[in-house]
């Protein structure tokens, strides 16, 4: 069964401040994903990598892909109040199959 | 167009009740995913239904079972509830032989007293 540890699990912050959120896993994925959830909503994605040593950028947020494609992280910049949420990562072995996730990175940026 | 629907958002039930949960995907997608979310948990893989058959199947009891129906909508059923099946159960569609993202619903949260 492949995991996926997501770090750190709570994380709480001020407004403007930098922060990275860690996924690791013993386990080869062929991509990776990292989800955005609100409460009362499903999981909304941010972005899919699936290139070794891949990253891309999404305005303040990097996204990176380990070259072993086994681990994974989320760097914001200059937090906002808005970026407060759950951030999840997850697994594919292959394309089209289960999504295995991390347990979850609960954010809250300050004002 | 229409995102992922799921029906209902909100359910209470009794244990050793059971439950129908339903999902419409995503226009256009003809797979539908089902995961579990505890509490302060990340979401835990059901099923995954493809052609109308169960292609895929995670660590779930034989209580746990669904449906796929011709136009690609889906069932989620679980019998026997058991208080630790209290819930977010959650819906993805996506398409084969694309880049397979899955799309989620908002989920249907249920509880179980």
């Known amino acids: 069964t492949q995991l996926l540890e997501q770090s750190p699990q709570f994380l709480s912050i001020q407004e403007g401040e930098n922060l990275t959120v860690y996924c690791n896993s013993s386990?080869?994925?062929?991509?990776l994903q990292w989800y955005r959830q609100e409460p009362g909503e499903g999981p909304v994605l941010l972005v899919t990598?699936?290139?070794?040593?891949e990253v891309k950028k999404l305005k303040r947020l990097t996204f990176q892909f380990g070259d072993a494609r086994k681990d994974s992280s989320l760097h914001i910049t200059a937090a906002q109040p808005g970026d407060t949420g759950l951030y999840l990562c997850a697994g594919q072995e292959t394309s089209g199959s289960r999504l295995t996730f991390g347990e979850g990175t609960q954010l809250t940026v300050n004002p | 167009d229409a995102g992922v629907t799921q029906s209902p958002t909100h359910l209470i039930k009794t244990r050793g009740q059971q439950v129908t949960l339903r999902c419409s995907p995503k226009?256009?997608?003809?797979?539908v995913s089902w995961y579990q979310q505890a509490l302060g948990q990340g979401p835990q893989f059901i099923f995954q239904?493809?052609?109308?058959?169960?292609?895929q199947r995670g660590n779930f009891p034989d209580r746990f079972s669904g449906h796929q129906f011709p136009n690609y909508s889906s069932e989620l059923n679980v019998n026997a509830l058991l208080l630790g099946d209290s819930a977010l159960y959650l819906c993805?569609?996506?398409?084969?032989?694309?880049?397979?993202?899955?799309?989620f619903g908002a989920g249907t949260r249920l509880s179980v007293l």
């Open positions: 993805a569609s996506s398409l084969q032989g694309s880049k397979n993202i899955q799309y």
């Open positions: 386990s080869v994925f062929s991509s």
């Open positions: 990598v699936v290139t070794g040593g």
């Open positions: 226009s256009g997608h003809d797979t």
């Open positions: 239904y493809y052609e109308e058959e169960e292609r």
